[in-house]
C-alpha cells in the first residue's frame, strides 16, 4: 500500500526523520500476458494505463517502455498547457485536456505543480491582430475563454518585452488565454505511473518491442527484448517512434518524425510570470519556478530520428527571444535539448485503431503532445477498452487521411511549424 | 550544423536549404482510388535511417537536388540530381 502524500505525512515523517517514503511506483518485470499493453512509458502511455485502470476497472495492464518513463517527449517539452484552438473538433479536445490537468495533482495525490500564469499571444503586425481576433473570437465561440489586449495590456502582463515603437517585431496587441500556463512534466509522467502502479499496472523499463506477434492477422502480444508478452488488445503511444512501431506491425503512418528543440538560460530572479508566444516568430518564452528562461521555436525542418536539434535553428530561436526580451542577451544557455516529434499534414492527432485488428495508436501530436497528455491517455484508454472511439477523438482517425476531412490547425491555429 | 553539397554550389550551410521531404514518390492516375491518392499525398515511410529526400538550395541556386542521408546520424551518403534513381 502506498503513502498517501499529505502535508500530514510530511509532518509525521519529519518525526521519524523522514525514513517512511517508498518507492512512487512498482518497477516491475513482464508477466506472461496482460489484457492491455501499453507501448511506451511516456505521459500519454502512462495516462492510458491509468485510465484503463480508473475509468475503466482494467488492471491487467503493462506499459512497456524502451528506455526510462517520461524520458522521451514528455522529459523534453516546454511544459506549456493551453487551449487555445480554432476548430470546434480541436478546441473540444485540448481544452478537456486542460479541464484534466486543472484537478490532476488532486486526482493523483500528486503535486504536478500547474501554474496557470495565462498564456499571452504577442501581435506584431495589422495582419496578425486581425488574425488574434478571429483566433480568440473562435474560442469564446468554442466556450473557451479568451480576451483580446491592447500593447499596454500586454506590457502590464509582461513588462520584461520590448514594448518601443522602434522594436525590430513591434508589439501592438495580442491577446490572452488565462487558464493557460505550466505544469511539471516529469511530475505528470510519475504523478500517472505512481497512481497507475497503485490500481496495479505493472511498468516495465528497458522493454523494447522487436516484434509484434499476429495470429490470423491479428496483434495477440509482442516480442521484446526482455521475453514475448500476450495481450488481448494492444495500444501505441510512441509519439516521434510511431513510424518505426507502425513498421514493425505492418503498417504505414501520415507521419514525418522530425527533431523539436527547446533550451534554458541560467536561473534568474522572477521576470516573467506568464508564457509569451509570438506566432510570427514561432517563439515562445516562460520562466521556469528554478528561474531558468526556458525558450522554444520552430522545428528542425527536415526529418530526424536525432534528440538533439541543428545549430542554425537554436540561433533562430535566440534570436527571435532577444528581439522580444533584450534584457535576456547577457544571459548564459545552460542546457538545450530536442525532441522526436510526429507531426502529421494537419497537426492533429490520430487516437483509434490501425489497420491491424487489436492494435490501437495514438500518435500525431507533433509539437503539442504535452498539453495533451490526459485527453490521449482518457481517449485511447477508452478505445482500448470498449473497442469504440470516445466522441472526442472520433473525428481524429486515421481514416480522415483517405476521405480527405483534415482538421488543418496547421494553417489556423498559427502554431509554429 | 550540417553542411550540405549542393550539385551545382559546392558544400554549403544547411540554413541555405529546405528539405522538400521524401524523394521517389509516383503520383497515382486521376482515375486512381481516394486510397491510392491519400497514400501518395499523406502517408510516409518515416523510416530511422537511411532516407531519400529532395533539398532546394533555396538561398543559392534555387535548384532543387536529392540526398541520401541518416536520419539518426544526419550523415549524407550521397547528393545526386533531381531526375537521377537512388544510388
Known amino acids: 500500500m502506498q503513502n498517501s502524500y499529505s502535508a500530514w505525512s510530511l509532518l509525521k515523517g519529519a518525526l521519524t526523520g523522514q525514513r517512511h517514503w517508498t518507492a512512487a511506483w512498482r518497477d516491475a518485470t513482464p508477466k506472461a500476458s496482460y489484457e492491455v499493453i501499453i507501448v511506451g512509458g511516456g505521459g500519454h502511455g502512462l495516462a492510458t494505463a491509468y485510465y484503463l485502470a480508473k475509468n475503466h476497472g482494467i488492471t491487467s495492464v503493462a506499459v512497456i517502455e524502451r528506455g526510462w518513463i517520461g524520458g522521451g517527449n514528455t522529459g523534453r517539452n516546454t511544459t506549456i498547457v493551453r487551449s487555445n484552438y480554432l476548430y470546434p473538433e480541436s478546441a473540444r479536445l485540448y481544452d478537456f485536456s486542460l479541464k484534466l490537468y486543472e484537478g490532476l495533482s488532486r486526482e493523483l495525490n500528486f503535486n504536478i505543480m500547474l501554474s496557470q500564469r495565462a498564456l499571452v499571444l504577442v501581435a506584431h503586425s495589422r495582419h496578425d491582430l486581425d488574425a488574434m481576433a478571429r483566433w ?180 533562430a530561436i535566440v534570436g527571435a527571444t532577444l528581439e522580444l526580451f533584450p534584457s535576456f542577451s ?88 | ?14 540554413n541555405e536549404f529546405h528539405c522538400g521531404g521524401t524523394s521517389h514518390m509516383t503520383r497515382p492516375g486521376l482515375a486512381e482510388s481516394d486510397e491510392a491518392w491519400g497514400e501518395y499525398l499523406f502517408f510516409r515511410d518515416n523510416p530511422k535511417g537511411l532516407h531519400f529526400e529532395r533539398w532546394r538550395h533555396t538561398f543559392g541556386c534555387g535548384q532543387w537536388f536529392n540526398v541520401a542521408r541518416d536520419t539518426v546520424t544526419h550523415e549524407i551518403r550521397a547528393v545526386y540530381a533531381i531526375t537521377a534513381p537512388p544510388p
Open chain 1, 136 to 315: 480568440a473570437n473562435a474560442m469564446r465561440m468554442n466556450g473557451i475563454e479568451a480576451e483580446l489586449l491592447s500593447r499596454s495590456e500586454v506590457g502590464e502582463l509582461a513588462p520584461a518585452l520590448d514594448l518601443s515603437p522602434q522594436a525590430r517585431l513591434p508589439i501592438l496587441g495580442g491577446f490572452t488565454q488565462r487558464r493557460g500556463g505550466t505544469a511539471r512534466h516529469d511530475a505528470v509522467a510519475w504523478g500517472y505511473a505512481r497512481a497507475a502502479s497503485a490500481l496495479g499496472v505493472d511498468i516495465i523499463q528497458n522493454c523494447e518491442v522487436v516484434e509484434f506477434i499476429k495470429e490470423g492477422g491479428s496483434v495477440v502480444g509482442v516480442n521484446t527484448n526482455r521475453g514475448s508478452i500476450r495481450a488481448g488488445r494492444v495500444g501505441i503511444a510512441a509519439a516521434g517512434h510511431s513510424s518505426v512501431l507502425a513498421k514493425l506491425a505492418g503498417f504505414r503512418l501520415p507521419v514525418t518524425s522530425y527533431a523539436l528543440q527547446a533550451m534554458v538560460s541560467e536561473p534568474i530572479k522572477p521576470v516573467l510570470d506568464t508564457v509569451i508566444l509570438s506566432p510570427g516568430t514561432g517563439a515562445y518564452v516562460s520562466q521556469s519556478d528554478k528561474g531558468e528562461i526556458v525558450m522554444g521555436a520552430m522545428l528542425d525542418l527536415f526529418p530526424s530520428y536525432a534528440q538533439r536539434g541543428s545549430f542554425a535553428v537554436k540561433q
Open chain 1, 330 to 417: 547577457r544571459l548564459q544557455l545552460m542546457r538545450q535539448w530536442a525532441g522526436i516529434v510526429d507531426v502529421v499534414h494537419d497537426s492533429s492527432p490520430i487516437i483509434g485503431p490501425t489497420p491491424i485488428a487489436n492494435l490501437f495508436i495514438n500518435c500525431g501530436w507533433g509539437t503539442g503532445g504535452f498539453k495533451a497528455i490526459p485527453v490521449g491517455g482518457w481517449t485511447l484508454a477508452h478505445v482500448l477498452a470498449t473497442g469504440n472511439s470516445h466522441s472526442l477523438a472520433e473525428p481524429f482517425q486515421l481514416q480522415r487521411f483517405i476521405t480527405g476531412r483534415l482538421i488543418d490547425e496547421a494553417a489556423a491555429s498559427g502554431i509554429a511549424h
Open chain 2, 1 to 14: 550544423m550540417m553542411q550540405i553539397r549542393c550539385i551545382h554550389c559546392g558544400p554549403r550551410d544547411e
